[in-house]
């Protein structure tokens, strides 16, 4: 089957320099988004998107219906700040991306890349997460927007980490007036302390598209489509974009202009409410760090005080992000993801409720708390995670309910289909070939049977043991092949590698 895709993209910086990022309307999320669908349905998703386009003509610029039409002020609380008005363009706009309609978004930091730039000679070790330590000096800039570290990332490496240090050492003094909420953070800015060293800084930063490109690319695998073709809103003379999706490996890929493609106008709308809300809930969540504060962050109380609609819009938004075509690369991120980590917490805890009357009924302070705590329970995932670097290659939707993994054992797409190691009390010994996890963070294992690769599911309580494993893995200690003896002794499990 042919499928047709469209893809645009929303606050991309081509340069990305100091007036750039200390500007007022600076948005340190580069969002991306893929629109499409089978060849047979192009008609039906045309002729509705043109009626949409036709009610809503008034809101055109230069004969075209964009993202451009949405305003910030507009998401101050989310939809809890839309009026009737205007909620009736969202109700409409999100109503069009029904079930038949594949989505993709990913969302990069911007000040990600720039920090990937600086520290590119720093490599993951034994001793050393620097993935982690990247994360911490990325989430730590975005959040404070320390002015002279900001001034020093174009003034040559020495004055960069210069500041950088300056700044760490302030934030870890100022963090002391609340230490039990700043622990965490203080022992980050500490161990970069520990760590940071020369770092050699490009003479020009550039964005680079090639990251959206990537997800997207896994998401076709993922769900087995080869026959496709992908229209790119044109950018002008350089066609960069389009560069980057053929450096991805997409082949049918062309520049259109979006007055041409319905297609392409869905997918910058579909990156324009994305974006907003986004952009929204950082500034909310993002407190009085510049002038020193170290209280916590909570989402204002409006943002909570929801009539019908504007709950129901959350709830098809819901849908669409959360629900609709789930694929495991139906959105796409980098180490930093704390932003769009927050918005789908959003999405989520929203969708928590049956209808408006039932939120309604928890005080809105209660409201704040509980979302806060979703949040972090979130990102405390997404870190644990990226700690261990799991390996989440995609897997093609072939038609079978299995696939093979890199030791060649069978395994179920439905981990509850998969096998129990067998486990009798007392010691149990067998050789294994590798740990790791299913997409749904169950922990398994390969072992070797008669000569042939057999996978099982572990109990939960080997959890924690083998995100240690993987994680030595992935820091250059592999452990395996090698014999294991799983212990079960009154209720318990151990394990003990030989």
């Not at 081509?14 to 990022?21: A, F, L, P, V």
């Not at 002020?73 to 038949?100: M, Q």
């Not at 963090?175 to 980050?188: G, S, Y």
């Not at 696939?403 to 998969?418: H, M, P, S, T, W």
Request: charged share 25%; glycine share 6%.
């Amino acid at each position: 089957m042919q499928y047709n895709f469209y893809y645009d993209e929303t606050e991309h910086s081509r340069k990305i320099n100091y007036q750039t990022i200390t500007a007022n309307n600076y948005c340190d999320n580069f969002i991306a988004a893929i629109v499409g669908w089978s060849a047979d349905c192009e008609q039906g998703v045309l002729e509705k998107y043109l009626a949409f386009e036709t009610k809503y003509e008034a809101r055109k610029r230069n004969g075209e219906l964009k993202s451009q039409t949405m305003k910030s002020k507009d998401f101050r609380l989310g939809f809890a700040s839309l009026n009737n008005h205007i909620i009736e363009f969202y109700e409409d706009l999100l109503s069009l991306f029904t079930d038949d309609i594949i989505i993709y978004f990913s969302v990069f930091s911007k000040m990600e890349y720039i920090v990937h730039q600086l520290f590119s000679d720093y490599h993951n070790s034994m001793f050393v997460d620097i993935d982690a330590m990247k994360y911490s000096i990325i989430k730590a800039i975005n959040t404070y927007q320390p002015q002279r570290v900001l001034e020093a990332i174009y003034e040559g490496s020495v004055a960069f980490v210069d500041e950088l240090r300056i700044f760490l050492k302030d934030r870890i003094a100022k963090n002391h007036v609340n230490i039990i909420l700043k622990e965490h953070e203080n022992a980050a800015f500490e161990e970069i302390l520990v760590l940071l060293d020369d770092v050699e800084v490009p003479e020009a930063l550039v964005w680079n598209y090639r990251p959206a490109f990537d997800g997207f690319s896994k998401l076709l695998t993922e769900m087995n489509i080869s026959d496709l073709s992908l229209v790119i809103d044109r950018e002008g003379d350089t066609s960069r974009t389009l560069v980057a999706a053929k450096e991805a490996g997409i082949i049918n890929v062309s520049e259109e202009d979006s007055k041409s493609h319905v297609g392409i106008r869905m997918a910058d709308m579909l990156a324009g409410i994305i974006s907003k809300l986004m952009q929204s809930l950082g500034t909310s969540l993002n407190g009085n760090y510049k002038d020193g504060g170290v209280e916590k962050a909570l989402l204002g109380t409006g943002w909570f005080g929801l009539h019908k609609r504007q709950f129901d819009l959350y709830n098809k938004l819901y849908r669409i992000i959360c629900e609709q075509n789930n694929y495991w690369y139906k959105s796409y991120a980098g180490i930093y993801a704390d932003n769009l980590i927050a918005f789908v917490a959003l999405l989520q805890y929203m969708n928590q409720f049956e209808n408006v009357d039932e939120m309604k009924s928890s005080a809105l302070e209660l409201h704040q708390e509980y979302y806060n705590s979703l949040v972090c329970r979130n990102l405390s995932e997404k870190y644990e995670m990226m700690r261990n670097k799991l390996p989440l290659d995609p897997v093609a939707d072939d038609g079978k309910d299995y696939f093979l993994n890199q030791r060649g054992a069978k395994v179920y797409k439905d981990i509850e289909k998969q096998p129990m190691l067998p486990l009798h009390d007392g010691q149990n010994k067998y050789y294994v070939l590798s740990v790791g996890f299913s997409r749904f963070a169950v922990p398994v294992v390969t072992i070797e049977e008669d000569n042939t690769p057999v996978c099982y599911k572990l109990p939960g309580d080997y959890s924690e043991w083998a995100m240690t494993v993987v994680g030595m893995a992935n820091l250059g200690e592999n452990m395996f092949p090698a014999e294991v003896i799983f212990s079960l002794v009154e209720g318990k499990h151990y394990a003990d590698i030989l």
